[in-house]
């Protein structure tokens, strides 16, 4: 099948749009999504090629957005609603965990919830405290909805799309730094990646890497680095906090019996702490090393771009992780 | 006051209203008093009882294929639109046989069967999701109106603003009902409101007030609720505020202070189900009979459900994991 090579925002659009051309249910909300052509330019030319109904701009109202999107999930449609970044999730966090994650539960499956809510998400460019959140693994938390982060242009194309057709509500976050960045993307439309699988981005021998989003670059970074010094490493991308692709972690953790985990989010209870606490269970009789964590440090992130980057994880961060437990 | 003499409804409609007028009534009498033997749990009861007219009233000006969705204090609302009570009291009771598997609770009543959408506890939760399902019917075109309970003290969160502002922007079918009982648990609705005539909120959006009822009536009730759903259907959302009074607390065990009870004797003269008799004895002469045989077809009915409660079995280990996810 032929592939493109494409900025991750291509592939993104690129789902939504064979997506929203394959069911009729599927159609996009939030703000700037038609006129302006989505902050992130996702959703450019939507509204000229779908119209007002299927392309919805919304007023600034994010519990109005999520919680619409909810209802309009338990009647029968599947809604995309954009959350123009993860900072303005905060105001939806109630109609997202109180809602969209438990209707089903609550009314024991008399509803379904199928509905995305894609957000921008990540740290850094000097964007601030309160615009430099990471925080997946807060929405993770709670049973009954799904989180994906794709690191990649061809994961995002089959990532948002396994999103749209799943009867769950999912929470897809998408790395700001990542929009521009291309890669190979299939151009089948029916390019769909399984929910709660993790992928290989590496194989190695040495230590196993767990990472999503933004820190697959930097691992994958590290293990170049770390591979001329003599060091192989594995670097697992989960794609998913939520279903958690823990048998691909074991499964490698049992080869190298070393593990660093690697996120752009904050250190505590994080998911460096979930996979640890998870490894330490299931795979002690494995492990040779302490479990290493590379995160944000534990600091809201500042303006001056010097002290910016200090509180930031790289691949530096990783190599020098790596180092301490070989 | 409205005009009896003008009602469309046949004598045997009526009949049908009171019955389920009073229904309500013994069912919430015997829920509180199970709730105080311990054979109803949790922490909160929120009863309907001196609130039927409003919730009877606005049900019945819907037709079949409407939708209804409300808050917490969600019996009354739940029987008006059909649910099965004896599956209702099976909720209560936390059995399996429950309209929610046992898993919702008094506070989370819903039977998509009968397009209850469910009680919600997230105090203006449920608005969006409203706005969400009548977002389904306008984007299928498929005429249906929803019908949404806003307790008072819902109208100064800001769900109340963004899910009220966005079915204004997207003109969608909602009639947006206040059931003003004039408190927010115990703080008066003066104390909390700016404005305390809540209907004239509907200024602040463009959308069409239909102005107080008085939540007593029935006739009243149906009248303005029967305009304001067709109006919706048509022209897009509507806001009315029903006068109304619940004569047990915020939950059943809450106390009632000594101003409370002087107040509830006047209400109490206006008590919905004494208006509602002298009102169709004027109306029909000799309609004695049937009015006597209410009472005893109610208690059948809910004995015939707390029977049918205590008999049901309790949910099984299986059913605290299922449902999680689609």
Redesign the interface.
Known sequence: MAEKNIPMREALRAALREEMIRDERVFVMGQEVGAWDGTHKVTRGFLDEFGARRVRDTPISEMAIAGAAVGAAMAGLRPVAEIMTINFAFLAFDALINHAAKVRYMFDGQFKVPMVVRAATGWGNQATATHSHTPEPIFAHFPGMYLGCPATPADAKGMLKAAIRDDNPVLFTEVIALYPKPGPVPDDPDFVLPIGKGDIKRAGEDVTIVTYGRGVEWSLDAAETLAREGVSCEVIDVRWLRPLDLPLIFQSFKKTNRCVIVEESLPFYSFGSEIAAQLQEHMFDYMDAPIKRVSAMDVPLPYAKEIELMALPDAHKVVAAVKEII | MSDVTKTTLTRAELIEVYHQMVLIRRFEEKCKELYNARKIGGVYLHLYNGQEATGVGAIKALKPTD?VITAYRDHGIAIAKGADVKRLMAEMFGKRTG??????GSM?L???NVRM??G?A?VG?H???????????K?NDDGEVVLCFIGDGATNN??FH??L??SA??DLPVVWLIENNLYGMGTPVEVSSGQPELHKRAIAYGMKDFGRVDGMDFFAVYEVAQQAVEYARTSGPVLIEAITYRYEGHGVSDRIYMKRVEEMQTFQQRDPLVVMESKLRAMFPDIEPELAQVEPSVAAIVEEAVRFAEESPTPTAE?LT?????
């Open positions: 939708h309209v929610s598997g046992g898993k919702g989370h819903a039977d998509v959408w469910g919600y997230i939760g608005l969006p999701l409203a706005a969400g399902i009548a977002l389904k019917s984007y800001g769900y963004e899910a502002n966005l922007v997207w059913d299922r449902n999680v996810y689609a």
